[in-house]
């Protein structure tokens, strides 16, 4: 029998991969089909329903005689999933373009993840098995076997999240589990001398690396960086108007957050001119600006003569605005939660930009009323709040959008919205909220406003806007990816 140490250290191994496959997988589906909620959803459950598959079937191959071998061909199985995993994005294209959104997102996830978690699963049955030589013995092998299997997974989920992901990429830190997993499986290589498995593994790790290092990038693309917060990439595309025009976008998961005209150095975003057509009728002083993306407002803000203040979550993207996107260094920058900042904050300023939405995903802890009371704690009198969202306001799909602009209103706001389009699905919606009514009609402004359901509050005890937001998230990356990610990517 293979020495417990050594089948320890195999369950370890298992553990962390199990991890970094379901880390790893939801980002490698992020540039697909985002990260919101069903995506997370899809992700757990079938890692569930595929480690459960595992122990299943662990449980009925651990009553096979030769148990060791037995393990050695999972383990192996187990390698070629994980290499498998960073190729599939072909596959998703494909569920993507003949299907509607759901539909799509779990045959991915399964494709991608169920292969993989069936036989990690399997593992540990089989290790448990091995090592128990008298019954009395099998509820502590188990215990010990899942324990440092949990531990491995503990491991490999602050690696992944602070080191492997952000400085090796998605797709390399996958092939450097695989490795890992392959090398433990040489103690049973070793054991049982099976030369066919060790050609196995050293293809497969080979084929995935050759494969990685050759595989074809955006050509447009000019900088790209992952992490856990998502993938970030900024492209030079000639305009669609005039190829003679660059226009450099910032993209966070494949989803367009900020396009600037590279020679004049200013946005080409309908909401960003929105915006600026209606600053003369804003306060002037100080400017919060939440969500910095590519700066180009804050920039903008800044060109009104506005001392700007901008808070963004992820370090890089405030980088990247300075040495991509041209941000004025008299911006002030912090990078930090926009409900921390807000709740931590002790100067008082004229004007709030919440753009914080990245795509489909509203982080709704930021507005919810407890969050809107604090804020009004840190404005001056005449202080205007200004909300970049979606442009979905009726029926179903405007759920979410209604639960914002109630819970503003129950918060003490009085409310504008403004938009440069009638079209729902192609144009974003600019909620102007000020503590006192304002006097004068706004450019592009929807007249009359109308809160379906004044009841539906989004607070911290109930943070319900997302889960509204639902509909609206899935036609949104419905819409975006039929019209730019299976004709870019």
């Known amino acids: 029998m293979l020495s417990k140490n050594k089948l320890y250290t195999i369950s370890f191994a298992e553990g962390a991969s199990v991890m970094a496959a379901e880390i790893c997988g939801a980002k490698l589906l992020a540039p697909f089909f985002g990260s919101s909620l069903y995506v997370w959803s899809s992700v757990m459950a079938i890692t569930l329903g595929g480690l459960a598959s595992g122990y299943f079937i662990g449980g009925k ?27 599939l994005s072909s596959l998703f294209l494909i569920a993507a373009s003949g299907l509607s959104l759901i539909p799509a997102v779990v045959i991915s996830v399964f494709f991608l993840l169920f292969p993989t978690m069936l036989t990690m699963g399997a593992t540990s049955p089989l290790i448990i098995s091995i090592l128990t030589q008298d019954a009395s013995h099998s509820g502590e092998n188990s215990g010990r076997v899942y324990a440092i299997s949990t531990v491995g997974g503990i491991v490999a989920t602050f690696l992944c999240g602070f080191y492997l992901i952000p400085n090796l990429g998605v797709q390399f830190s996958l092939i450097g589990f695989a490795i890992v997993l392959s090398v433990v499986s040489l103690f049973l290589v070793f054991k049982k001398k099976s030369k066919n498995s060790a050609v196995i593994l050293f293809f497969v790790i080979s084929t995935a690396l050759f494969g990685f290092t050759n595989s074809e990038k955006n050509i447009f693309t000019i900088y790209k960086s992952e992490s856990v917060l998502g993938k970030l990439e900024i492209r030079d595309e000639p305009s669609e108007n005039n190829d003679g025009i660059i226009i450099r976008k910032l993209l966070i998961n494949t989803t367009i957050q900020t396009e600037m005209n590279i020679k004049s150095g200013q946005s080409v975003s309908e909401y960003v001119r929105l915006v600026e057509k209606n600053v003369p009728y804003f306060p002037k002083g100080k400017v919060l600006v939440l969500g910095l993306g590519g700066g180009v407002v804050a920039n903008m803000f800044h060109n009104f003569d506005y001392k700007v203040t901008a808070v963004e979550f992820d370090e890089r993207i ?107 699905n192609y144009r974003n919606l600019l909620i102007v909220a000020s503590l006192k009514p304002m006097d004068v009609t706004l450019n592009d402004e929807l007249y009359p406003i109308i809160i379906s359901n004044s009841e539906v509050i989004n607070t911290d005890n109930k943070p319900i806007m997302e889960a509204l937001n639902a509909p609206a998230n899935q036609t949104f990356r419905s819409l975006y990816l039929k019209n730019y990610i299976l004709w870019n990517y």
């Open 61 to 87: 191959l651990s009553k096979r005689e030769n148990k060791e071998k037995t393990l050695l061909y999972i383990l192996v199985a187990a390698v070629c999933c994980l290499c498998l995993m960073p190729f």
């Open 318 to 424: 405030i980088k990247m605005a300075k040495q991509f996107f041209y941000l004025n260094d008299s911006v002030k920058t912090v990078c930090a939660d926009a409900r921390y900042f807000i709740n931590q904050s002790k100067e008082k300023y004229d004007l709030v930009l919440f753009d914080v939405f990245k795509a489909e995903e509203q982080p709704s802890h930021v507005i919810t009323k407890e969050s809107l009371v604090k804020l009004k704690s840190i404005l001056n009198p005449d202080a205007v709040i200004l909300i970049n969202t979606h442009g979905y306001l009726k029926g179903k799909l405007g759920l979410g959008t209604q639960c914002m602009m109630a819970t503003l209103k129950d918060a003490g706001f009085d409310l504008k919205i403004c938009t440069f389009s009638e079209d729902e």
